[in-house]
């Protein structure tokens, strides 16, 4: 079984050669082998996930080098749960990008660049969570960042251009300082690997842990868009096309989360710095909640729900029990779908209106009763309604939070439920503009143009006015009036259309499904969480398994 470790990181790759190598003369063929690689990294990673429960983690040396010269890849409880959420919201988002292509008709849309750039994003996501040493878990963010600019950028528009490039330097600034810890702890250590790490880094001098240790979690942090270093999200992500918006929003965030789980609990057991993250963690709850009840945009309001529920994860790594960390793992794999789903609905809703500004649409219950389910499942999941997944997740931090009995502890768990009610709230108020009130006048009809391909600076006859925040800044051309642009997966003609692509419908509907098995299979998804989390603490199965001890 320890063979098929490797796997998750290799099929993508190699996919990604076959992809660029036929993608230009065969797309179909193109769409065949994502579609089949990512089906079979699914499989894979669910075997893993049940392997590693059974008997222990899992570990291969590449090449049969021991630590700390060769590259160690480790399969255990966590690791399996993230690689299996992971691999079905992935496949889920790549249905639903090849369902949009359909719809949009476009007979010249770079697929051959979509495809290969999505699969090597697949295969940095699986590095990061199989990564045994710190230099491949800087890989597999590299490998992310390059496919992540790529993907951002699609279609060429000006403001997915500035977003992107916004990210990029964002990360490329966290990479850097991930650069910097890595080199301070091979220095201080003589090895980077977390096995042999998480024995020597407890003989170093406080001052040189502390820093070790603030430096990555300052990276993680970025990464997982934790307050004060989550500005960049909301104006990266939106602009972004449908399915890529989907599947960094529910993922990639949660890949920082993974890495400061694993670090907290494997390299810096004793929980020195849980007052600080559970200050952020609170911060991140109230600040992002707020932000999102000030915004008019779906997809803003969905991005600062992104970074106010990071927060009730950062809160349980924080309080650093068994208990919390099995509430967090649970509410990691929780999230991954519920975010992913509402940002596919929300492609479902540009799609068919022609804008996701709160403001300029209504009366979507009556004219499309199913995009309204498919909202309204997730949203309340999110919002933690019983008995949904959002709600066992919250439960279980809470719970943690009142048996740690600290006074932050306890102001957290008051965070925690203000910050749900408020997200009902905003599920509620998005829900009364976007479905249950009338249509408002000027409201986009079927066939008005969302996005062209004409963007040239001198027309004088250009568009109507530019709406910030939509995606129609610095684009070009005649249009009807009230056109917005769509961050859709392309950048020439797409209209609005009253008969959406069922490809993309029921690749929604599978995510929804996801999201409400996680509250069918509660139970054994909770024992799962709890026994990875106990595993996490104890860390001698990881540490034995990679030494060989």
């Known amino acids: 079984m320890n063979t098929l470790v490797p796997l998750p990181v290799l099929l993508p790759l190699c996919a990604t050669g076959l992809s660029l190598a036929f993608g230009t003369r065969l797309k179909r063929f193109q769409r065949f082998i994502s579609v089949t690689v990512l089906s079979a990294v699914l499989a894979l990673s669910v075997a893993l996930m049940i392997a590693a429960d059974r008997d222990g983690p899992l570990s291969v040396h590449l090449g049969d080098f021991a630590p700390p010269l060769g590259i160690t890849l480790v399969a255990d409880r966590l690791s399996g749960l993230m690689l299996t959420v992971s691999s079905a919201v992935t496949l889920c988002v790549l ?37 045994g040493d710190l230099v491949n878990l800087y890989v597999g963010f590299e490998i992310m960042l390059v496919a992540s600019f790529v993907l951002l950028t699609l279609g060429g528009t000006g403001p997915r251009v500035r977003a992107g490039s916004t990210y990029v330097i964002i990360s490329l600034f966290s990479s850097m300082v991930f650069l910097i810890a890595i080199a301070t702890t091979y220095a201080a250590t003589g090895t980077a690997n977390f096995a042999q790490l998480a024995g020597r880094l407890g003989e170093l001098p406080v001052g040189v842990q502390t820093l070790i240790h603030v430096t990555l979690l300052a990276v993680f942090a970025v990464k997982a868009a934790v307050f004060p270093l989550a500005a960049w999200l909301p104006d990266s992500y939106p602009t972004a096309p449908a399915p890529v918006t989907a599947v960094f929003a529910g993922l990639l965030t949660k890949v920082g989360v993974y890495c400061m789980l694993r670090t907290e609990t494997l390299l810096f057991p004793g929980n020195r710095l849980g007052g600080l993250l559970m200050i952020a963690a609170l911060a991140s709850m109230v600040i992002g909640i707020l932000g999102a009840v000030a915004q008019t945009d779906l997809k803003r309001v969905l991005s600062f ?65 199913v995009i309204a389910v498919l909202f309204f499942v997730p ?171």
């Open 95 to 131: 249905v639903y990008s090849l369902g949009q292509g359909m719809a949009d008709r476009d007979g010249e849309t770079p697929v051959a660049v979509f495809h290969p750039a999505y699969l090597i994003l697949v295969a940095g996501v699986s590095c990061t969570f199989l990564a």
């Open 305 to 369: 729900t992104l970074i106010s529920h990071i927060g009730f994860m950062v809160f349980g790594i924080g309080l650093a029990t068994r208990e919390a960390y099995g509430g967090a793992i649970v509410y990691v794999a929780h999230h991954i779908t519920v975010q992913t789903t509402l940002f596919l609905v929300a492609g479902l809703i540009e799609r068919r209106t022609g804008t996701t500004e709160l403001t300029r649409i209504g009366g979507l219950a009556k004219v499309a009763p």
């Open 379 to 549: 949203a309340m999941n999110l919002a933690g309604i019983p008995p949904l997944s959002g709600f066992i997740g919250k439960l279980g931090l809470m719970r943690a939070g009142v048996a740690d009995g600290g006074v932050l502890a306890r102001v957290l768990v008051t965070g925690s439920v203000v910050t749900s009610l408020l997200t009902l709230y905003v599920m509620a108020k998005v829900w009364n503009l976007a479905f249950w009130r009338a249509a408002p006048p000027g409201q986009a009809e079927d066939g008005t143009v969302l996005e062209t391909d004409d963007e040239s600076d001198d027309d004088a006859d250009a568009g109507p006015d530019r709406m910030l925040g939509t995606g129609d800044e610095g684009v070009r051309g005649h249009h009807p009036a009230g056109r917005v642009v769509a961050a859709t997966l392309h950048g020439h003609a797409v209209t609005t259309t009253t008969r959406l692509s069922r490809t993309m419908t029921a690749a929604t509907a599978g995510a929804v499904a996801l999201g409400l098995a996680f509250t069918v299979l509660a139970g054994p998804l909770t024992a799962y969480a709890g026994r990875a989390a106990a595993e996490l603490i104890e860390r001698s199965p990881y540490v034995e398994e990679v030494l060989g001890r």
